[in-house]
């Protein structure tokens, strides 16, 4: 074990990558789990006062900006940038999570860094949104109101006041526990950590929320970083590729496989693309898991979604001897089976690090690549989802399935200018929509259409070109065809509303401390316990502040624009109380009912999502942050929900590294938020 481990720290130190890799059986032992992110170095008391009381200053001119009468709108869209060179300082320093001796001096520049933007701001400039080179800037995330911190690689050729639109390679970072705000943007200052140098292209680094894969907040990450970077550099939305290596190499299996239409192409390298082989082979894990869990595992097995590259061109790369290889097999085995030949370069006698040669034959093929871009208007699409929290490619929808986290597959073919041939497995609804310029039907003519089989009816494409067609199944199977979605009537799990309890942290969310005196006191200390681990492990996590309210201090903007985590039970937490009668599972001062099943509430409670009563459009979360914990931070791809739509929790079982006390009883609801029979264990 010392001689395997002695090597692998060797190639860490030879390549300067990050790798993939945990503590080896160490990291199994889930009663001695060890610290994510690590305790940071001490920073003597001396080199303490300076950075303080820079902090403090910064502080007073974000403060000052805010406040300004004419609070422009150049400060408002700049500020995130100022805010970021705060935030990594104060949190360092807070928290324990300087690691190097070099980034404690960084830091003191970038403070530096952060009071000459803001002086800038002052007088509504922001040069550095103009700077070639290495550019690190900030943006407010929607989910918790933090200033997120992003890297960009601007070429000197770039030519700010033209027209043209430009190639973005968005690079996903490897594994890096000790990966805190300063030293990522340390990194995105010297230009550590960059491995790619594509051609008359802006490099988009994202931090990823920390060290995630780029799961849950660390996807929409994503999305928020390419919309900020859009307002400032002309983008070109059919050149955008998504690039990465270790865990960056998992991050983009994610992104390739759950949003295909919108890459021009995707280049994974190394890292993991589904759990349970790669726990086994890498880890040496034995999985038990309970069924819930299994079945959430087809949220991130890439494996499971393999048809979707088929709309995408794909690069795979592996070092020969890189034992993370595994992941590149996996993904050209499951690709074979849905008749696609995955091209997977190897990097010859080559461990866990980018082969030049193969580096070079990848920049070639997506020159190439990127010199024809995203086709817009494929004639041929093959989709499969499990979940409507990814349910598009490209002018395909899918707007209502049979069963969430089932395979359900859609493929539709432009056979000629007026035909339509499309088959389903698994949709209850979808719908094409062309926008303005793309549809390829003649606006004289009505389109052919066959829909498993069955000829359907649609209306004529219009004169702009644009072309909407809703369909639907009939209570008898039979399919038919609208010009607008179907109405609707009752609850039903639909894109952006469909659970599990962790897709309620993928948006703007809002804890809710109870103001009330809890029937039972082990269910008191309980919450207020997890409610604290929630919020402390958010800010380890995820890289911010969850926003924290008093159930009677709720507005009703709050309800209209966030989803409410609520804590306690309904003795507790007025709003609990006040939504209690509306939830599908009955909570009564005495009980907790579940269909048949009965459990006491002196020692049990929920952890559940579910469609606000008070506003269907957000969630509402009882007691439960996301829902993975200190066990899984040791492994990224061990980062998967850990709960489904709701669970009982005996209390009586101590919280452990795994589970918040014994899960007792478990499930999803149908499709209707309703209840339905669960399988056995």
Known sequence: MFAVRTILLSILILTGTSILIADGPADNEEKNVRQVPPPGIEVPSEKQKEPKESLAELEKEILALKSQKNHSTVVQKYLPDVEICHKAVRDALLYSEFYRPAEIEFAAGLLDTGMERASQLKEGNAPWTRQTGLVFRGYRSKIDGSPQ???????????????????????????????????????????????????????????????????????????EALAHCKEDYRIDEDRIFVRGFSMGGAACWQFAVHFPGMWAGAQPGAGFSETPDFLKTFQGETLNPPWWERKLWRWNDATDWALNLTNVPTIAYSGEIDRQKQAADMMVAASEKEGLELVHLIGPDTAHKLHPDSLAEIERRLENISESGRRRVPETIHFVTYTLRYNKMRWLHVDRLTEHWERSEISAEIQNQGTLEISTKGIEAFSLQFEPGDCPFDPTLTP???????????SKPQSDRSWRVY???????????????????????????????????????????????????????????????????????????????????????????????????????????????????????????????????????????????????KYVVLNSGFTYREYDY????????????????????????????????????????????????
Not at 448 to 458: E, F, G, H, P, W
Not at 539 to 547: C, N, T
Not at 659 to 664: E, F, H, L, N, R
């Open 149 to 223: 911190p992003y890297g960009l690689e601007i070429s000197a050729n770039y030519q700010f006041d033209a027209k043209d639109p430009w190639r973005l390679d968005f690079w996903f970072h490897g594994r890096g526990e000790k990966l805190s705000e300063v030293s990522f943007i340390q990194q995105r200052s010297t230009g550590s950590g960059g491995k790619i140098k594509p051609k008359d292209a802006i490099i988009l680094h994202p931090y990823g929320r920390y060290s995630n894969a780029n799961k849950f907040a660390g996807e929409v990450d994503l999305f």
């Open 448 to 458: 052919a259409c066959v829909l498993d089989l069955q000829k359907v009816t649609l």
């Open 471 to 617: 369909f639907s199944k009939s209570s008898t199977g039979e399919w038919e065809a609208a010009t607008s979605p179907e109405p609707r009537k009752n609850l039903t799990k639909r894109s952006g509303s469909q659970g599990p309890i962790d897709d309620a942290f993928t948006d703007s969310f809002v804890f809710v401390e109870p103001s009330g005196k809890p029937q039972f006191d082990l269910v008191g200390e309980w919450t207020s316990t997890e409610k604290k681990h929630a919020a402390t492990h958010w800010r380890k996590q995820f890289r911010g502040d969850a926003r924290i309210k008093k159930d009677s201090a709720v507005s009703e903007n709050d309800i209209a624009t966030s989803n409410l985590v609520l804590w306690g039970d309904p003795s507790s937490n007025q709003l609990i109380a006040k939504i209690a009668d509306k939830l599908p599972l009955h909570w009564t001062s005495k009980s907790i009912q579940v269909g048949d099943r009965t459990f006491d509430t002196a020692h049990h409670t929920i952890a559940m999502i579910y469609p606000n009563p008070l506003n269907p459009e």
């Open 634 to 681: 040791l492994n990224n791809a061990r980062q998967t929900p850990k709960l489904p739509d709701w669970a009982i929790i005996d209390l009586r079982e101590p919280v452990t590294s795994r589970y918040p006390g014994k899960i007792v009883a478990a499930g999803f609801f149908d499709e209707n938020w309703t209840l339905k029979n669960q399988p056995e264990d």
